[in-house]
């Protein structure tokens, strides 16, 4: 039997147009970028302070392009550059509590879409479908040598 990889290559692009916001309809209200700020929130809220090298770690990108983003995060108040609390040289970002609220406002609009999407899947199909996107994202973050961390719970992760 052929393995279905080019049915997923497929499902997988058009899945990452739809969550791309220069290809697809911005969230009416959406406050946030979805492939900077959001991300980026989402990894320090779950991290805590992080600096620029942590960040480009975490991500596999260089220090200009997390500076731009982060810079622009500073601007609106989302994310504060502080000391390192655990003594170290390098300054870090943390979020604020503006950060921490338009982050849960954009990812409770983001669970509302998904609530409409899996309106009529039974649970345990959604259950199945959530098992298989963490496994896959899993092995890749393995092949990458960067892991997210992840709450026991995801649902009550925040």
Do not use: C
């Not at 697809?24 to 929130?41: I, N």
């Not at 390098?90 to 950060?99: L, N, S, V, W």
């Amino acid at each position: 039997m052929d393995r279905p990889i080019p049915d997923i290559e497929l499902e997988t692009m058009l899945l990452g147009r739809r969550m791309n916001p220069g290809t697809s309809r911005r969230r009416e209200g959406s406050a946030l970028d979805r492939y900077s700020a959001y991300v980026l929130l989402s990894r320090i809220r779950d991290e805590g302070p992080m600096s620029i090298g942590q960040l480009s770690d975490a991500f596999g990108l260089d220090a200009s392009t997390l500076n731009r983003q982060t810079a622009a995060m500073r601007r609106v108040g989302l994310v504060e550059r502080i000391p390192d609390p655990d003594g170290g040289i390098a300054r870090k970002f943390r979020i604020t509590e503006e950060g921490r609220r338009r982050l849960e406002l954009e990812r409770l609009g983001n669970i509302a879409g998904l609530n409409q999407v899996f309106e009529h899947w039974p649970d345990e199909d959604i259950a199945e479908f959530a098992a298989y996107l963490r496994r896959f994202n899993v092995d890749i973050e393995r092949m990458e040598g960067r892991s997210w961390p992840r709450a026991v719970d995801s649902r009550q992760a925040g």
